[in-house]
Every structure is written in C-alpha cells, then in structure tokens.
C-alpha cells in the first residue's frame, strides 16, 4: 500500500503544539511523521490527501458506552431517583428481542464513527451479539463483558470462565479484545470481583465497573439508607451497607489491586481521590448521563489533582436528555461541549487530552494510541474549521457535526473516504 500524506491547514497533536498547514505521513497502519508541510519527507510513491480547511487530530476515545442500548434513546425521561431509572432499564431489556439489542448496537457504533470516535470501551450486557456485531464496524473495541451475580447460584469462578470461554474463538479471529465489567458495587459479591481481577491481571484485560455513580449509591453504602438500599437491601443485596464509601469498600476489598476504570465515580469521600489515584485507577466521566441524573458537580479538580487519569464516555442513550423533538446521538463531540459548558469546566485543551492522551491509558495503549506521533496506530480524524489556529483546542471542543475525515489503523472509514478530496498535487 502506498503511503499516505494528510495535509490539513490546522494539525493538532496534543502532545506538541498546533502545526500551521501541517501534515501527517501515513504507511500501512503506523504514523511515520507529523510536520509542517513543506517539511513533510516526500517521495512519488505517495497518496497525497488534502483536507483543506480542516483540523486534524487524534481519532476520539469513548471510554464508557453501552452501545446495545442506543435505541433506548428517549425511552426513560430523567426520574427523580437513580433507583427508579435502573428498575425501568431493567424492564425495557426483559421486553427486548436479540434483533433489538444488535440493531441497537450497530447503530451505536455508526453514530461513533460520524463523530470522531476511534476507539470505544464498550459494556456488553448482550456478549452473544459480538460475534455478529464485531465485523460491522472498523471502530477498535474493547468489549467489557458484564457481570451481575446477586441473585446467582453459580460460582464466580465459573461465571468469570464462561464469560471469556463464550468469546474465546471470536477474540483469536479478531483484533478486538474482551475486557471484564464486574456491573457495580450494589450487583456484584466481592468474591465475584476478585475473581474478575484476577482474570483481568492474567490476561492484561481493561477491568471497568460503575462507581459512586449516584447519591443513592453513597448514602447505601455510608449510612445504609436511600431509595437504592431500601429497594436492594430487602433482596438480599445488603452487604458492606453502612461501611463508607463505595471506593472506600472496593480498596479494603482488593477490587483496587489493579489499574481499573472506574465509570462515573461522581460522589467523592475525603479520601477517595487519593485511594484511586495511589491504585492507578483511571475515571470516566460521562458528562450527558451526568446531566440527566442531575448528579453533585464533578470534582475533577480533587481528582486531578491527586493525580487520577480522567477520561470521557458517552455512556449510553438511554440516560441523554431529549431535546425537543431531536432523538439524541451517541456523539463526544456533544459530550465535550457539555463538559465545555458546566459549571467551573476545564480548559478545552484539557477536555481533549481527557478524550484521547488519557483514554489511551485508560486502555494500557499509551505507547500507540490517543497522540499524533511517530510509531502511533493511524487513527486520526478531521473536522472542518477555517478559524484561528489558536481557537482549535476550543473548536473541537464546540463542534456540531459529523467529522469529515476518519482513518482508523491506516483505513479510511466508510462512507467518509469520498468526503476527502483526493489530489496527487500540493496545494
Ligand atoms: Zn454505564
């Protein structure tokens, strides 16, 4: 195959500063170089793809989503207790058919590809999908297996073993990866997520389950009162009720003894910061489901400062506010200009690094994905801007839209190859 030059008046690669009608040289599926043009190591040999008045820069990392969830969308308006939403969650999917679940999902992954996403930790409540749904998108997945087992009578270990034995000939014919997502605190025995995290550790897998999501969740676990613990507590699902916070039970646990991510993790106790941080846990942050929960500010400063590795998600739609008649996308961009535009938000710049430098960790991929560097997997995206190079950070962040330019690992995407305007001259 014939290395390929983007060019693109702005180049973002994060990890440098903005390049001015800077380009990126492609061979198969690694970056070679990120320069300016007129710099760029040019040869004949070389497909020459100018994305005129456009900013280029690392494909987006979705580090939480439910894709088989996507046509949920608008189905649960917000309610007034988290426990309310999970009991009416629960009842569409007991209603729901395989063709439901993998149409959901397929949709899902498209919505991901038209808006920047490259890479996606996805939580998969219905794994007999992946062998279908796997080749019908060229998005890099890390498919997290759900696990529940409150009301279960099978053993942990083999819940773990059936789990990853049901997707073990899928994932040696496949890039993709499973990882394991022990569900929550609240669905999960502890023996059960030990279990998981020794898997996990074996295989080098991403470990993610949902953490201090709600008030709900700490005030179950602080005080053992709440609308969440007074619908769980009675069938049985009581245990380390009243013992403190959620991340302070997962590290007396053990479920901290590995680079976790943690989803949400919105309700901080004085220590929690620091507990994650010392563990190397890393946090997603959905901003949208964040905003129809109407859950307590994200305290991203604490987190930040002790040094946790914070990322963003999409979560799924089945928590996005509708907006007028407008059924809500699967879209980071929209969840960038949601965090952009809360109250006390970081800096654009920082916004980005969230959705890519440290989504990239997230996934133990820091070596090759989530920058524009030499020796990086291709995955890049393009959006158009024809402002100042000093606005870009902010411009991605406020983007309306679908991207105009996608390549993961060295091909490009779909329907969105004949967006780029192929030349074999300079501009
Ligand atoms: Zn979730």
Not at 47 to 69: K, Q, T
Not at 100 to 121: H, K, N, P, Y
Request: aromatic share 6%.
């Amino acid at each position: 195959m014939p290395s390929k030059i983007l060019r693109s008046r702005i180049v973002l690669p994060l990890v440098a500063p903005p390049i001015e009608n800077g380009a990126v040289l492609i061979k198969d599926d690694t970056i070679i170089e990120v320069a300016p043009f007129s710099s760029i190591s040019r040869n004949e040999d070389q497909d020459l793809i100018d994305l005129g008045e456009s900013i280029l820069l690392p494909g987006l990392i979705n580090c939480h989503c439910h894709l088989d969830y996507t046509k949920m969308a608008g189905m649960i308006p917000p309610l007034k207790h988290f426990s309310d939403w999970i009991k009416a969650i629960i009842a569409i999917k007991a209603s729901w058919s395989y063709t439901e679940f993998a149409d959901s999902w397929i949709s899902g992954a498209r919505m991901l590809e038209r808006s920047g996403v490259t890479s996606v930790v996805d939580i998969e409540a219905v794994p007999e999908l992946l062998p279908e749904v796997w080749p019908a998108t060229p998005l890099r997945l890390w498919s997290c297996l759900e696990l529940i087992n409150v009301r279960s009578k099978t053993s942990p270990a083999t819940l773990v073993s059936d789990a990853l034995s049901q997707v073990a000939t899928l994932e040696s014919s496949h890039p993709n990866q499973c990882g394991l997502s022990p569900h929550a605190l609240y669905t999960t025995t502890d023996e059960l997520r030990q279990e998981a995290l020794h898997r996990a550790r074996h295989d080098q897998r991403v470990l993610t389950t949902h953490i201090a999501e709600s008030k709900e969740e700490s005030a179950m676990y602080q005080s053992a009162t709440g609308p969440l613990h007074d619908w769980l507590a009675p069938q049985g699902n009581a245990a380390h009720c009243g013992e403190g916070s959620p991340i302070a039970i997962l590290e007396r646990t053990g479920y901290l003894n590995y680079p976790i991510l943690a989803a949400h993790v919105n309700n901080l106790d004085a220590e929690d910061a620091s507990q994650l941080a010392s563990h190397h846990a890393s946090v997603a942050h959905c901003p949208r489901s964040h905003a129809y929960f109407n859950h307590p500010h994200f305290d991203w400063r604490s987190l930040q400062k002790a040094g946790v590795n914070i990322t963003l998600g999409t979560d799924s739609l089945a928590s996005v506010k509708t907006k007028g008649n407008t059924t809500p996308r699967l879209d980071m961009f929209a969840e960038m200009t949601c965090l952009a535009t809360s109250e006390s938000a970081p800096q654009p710049i920082e916004i980005l690094r969230w959705a890519t430098i440290n989504g990239a960790k997230a996934i133990f991929r820091s070596n090759d994905l989530g920058q524009l560097k030499g020796g990086f997997k291709a995955d890049l995206i393009a959006i158009p801007f024809n402002g100042p190079i000093t606005k870009a950070s902010e411009a991605v962040v406020s983007f309306d839209g679908e991207v105009s330019f996608s390549i993961i690992n060295g091909t490009m995407i779909g329907s969105l190859e004949q967006q780029a305007h192929l030349s074999s001259n300079s501009p």
